[in-house]
């Protein structure tokens, strides 16, 4: 649980990063680019499926220590206030955990499915590479195949998939925006606990280094790597 649980929130800060790119009023082009070099660098292809098992894995072990949990402690006790003892977070990491993973179902169904199945829309860039003047168009799907990069007089001319057009079209659904921004607050919580619980239980648990994992913890992944998701979905539904 421990070391997966680290992993992902490595993968987090690179996620992020990445899909920065969806910020910049350039039509898809950097973001569109980052998503195939993302889907077809192997040493990247490589760390995805090292991602999904810890996907697996970690939801997995989740329901084991449940069990294990409820089996050693079958009835409750029969005077035992938890609040005074843990937060709200450490005592429902399980529906936490549970609607993070109906979010990932979601999220790679709307957009990792698609990419990889051929169901998102084309485009093609051209950009004079004198003045770094772009222009855009659609694309049909005769006119396409896979990725492709060339240069005809001075203009550099990019085909790709265009899954930031995909984004803007599921960013339409204000339900779809409404449960993206909700399992990010999910998302919050579950790593303000998650994030120091994983290093004490590796036993990392120095005085000296405790408070800083704890502010990175909370402030770090519980709240600028949230935001900094939950500002997507907002950005296309109410600014594009």
């Known amino acids: 649980m421990s070391l ?31 998503a195939y070099f993302m889907t077809h660098f192997t040493p990247i292809k490589v760390v995805s499926y090292l991602l999904y098992a810890s996907i697996v894995i970690h939801a997995v072990y989740a329901l084991i220590l449940s069990m294990q949990n409820k089996a050693a402690r079958p009835v409750n006790y029969a005077r035992y206030d938890g609040n005074a003892n843990s937060t709200w977070s450490s005592r429902n990491m399980g529906i936490l955990g549970t609607v993070l993973l109906v979010f990932i179902a979601t999220h790679m ?14 485009i093609e ?25 060339s240069t005809d007089n001075g203009v550099e001319i990019v085909k790709a998939r265009d899954l930031y057009k995909q984004v803007d079209f599921a960013f339409e659904n204000p339900f779809l925006v409404f449960f993206y921004v909700l ?15 994983a ?7 120095h005085k000296k280094y ?9 402030w770090g992944f ?6 900094g998701f939950a500002l997507m979905p907002l950005y296309f539904y109410f600014v594009k």
């Open 109 to 122: 169904q709307n957009f990792w499915w698609k990419y990889h199945n051929d169901q998102v829309p084309y």
């Open 4 to 34: 997966t649980g680290i992993f992902l929130c490595t993968f987090l800060i690179v996620h992020l990063i990445g899909n920065l790119q969806l910020f910049k009023n350039d039509e898809g082009y950097a973001f569109n680019n980052y």
């Open 210 to 218: 405790v408070p800083i994992i704890r502010f990175i913890g909370v």
């Open 199 to 205: 290093f004490q239980t590796v036993g990392f648990s």
């Open 125 to 149: 860039y051209q950009t004079d590479l004198s003045t770094g003047v772009r222009s855009s168009r659609a694309l049909e799907a005769n006119e396409f195949i896979d990725y492709q990069v």
């Open 222 to 227: 519980g709240v600028l790597i949230p935001i």
């Open 183 to 197: 399992a990010m607050a999910a998302l919050s919580f579950h790593l303000i606990h998650g994030f120091q619980s």
